[in-house]
């Protein structure tokens, strides 16, 4: 297979008396689709923060080819989020007073781009993802479906590489959870880039590319879908 995308070497995260993870080692390769699984507490959700950047661990080292990311300072882990790196969450963290198409351009506004061009490349993937029409409306106007791929398209917005994705389908019904997924995986995996995402779901699971599983801070098994 091809060089990882992005890679970790024995992770260690404690907090308190807890060790979140506890000697991690995970390759992931660009156009892969990889749902991280586990129970409560076991450790998914801080590996999907310490891969991103946003939690740096205790010790071990994860890199983005050719980044280290753990060498990074702060400012510059925040960057590197900001452009090449796309998140989606569990309730979206949309702005409310803004407009869908205003949530999706903000991300590529903040990166410099006038905000002409950032509306009109909003727009289109608001469109892409079945939008149409719905610009305008601000995000308590649309269903939580709706609200989701317009977290989607402002994951996709800057043209991110890699997307993390927090229980993305976690406050949706089972028809609108299959729905947000064929968004997430269309605009990730079916444009060339790399998906990771944290899940309680084994629907959700089961349309990734493999299934790493989660257990007291280790990873107990990587299964490639058949």
Known sequence: MNTPVIEAHALIKTFGTTRALAGVDLAIHRGESVAIMGASGSGKTTLLHVLAGITA???GSV???PIEVTALS??????LRRERFGFVF?????????????????ASMINGVRRQDAVQHAASWLAAL????????RI???SG???QRVAIARAQATGAELVFADEP???LDSTTSSEVMDALLWSTTGQGRTLVVVTHDPDVAARCTRTVAVRDGRIISSAVAA
């Open 57 to 59: 661990p205790d010790a």
């Open 63 to 65: 890199v983005f080819r």
């Open 74 to 79: 702060e400012s510059a882990r925040s960057r």
């Open 90 to 106: 569990q309730q979206g963290l949309l702005i409310p007073e803004l407009t869908a198409v205003e949530n999706v351009a903000l």
């Open 130 to 137: 079945g939008l149409a029409g719905m610009e305008d409306r």
């Open 140 to 142: 308590g106007e649309l």
């Open 145 to 147: 479906g709706q609200a």
């Open 169 to 171: 389908t976690g406050a």
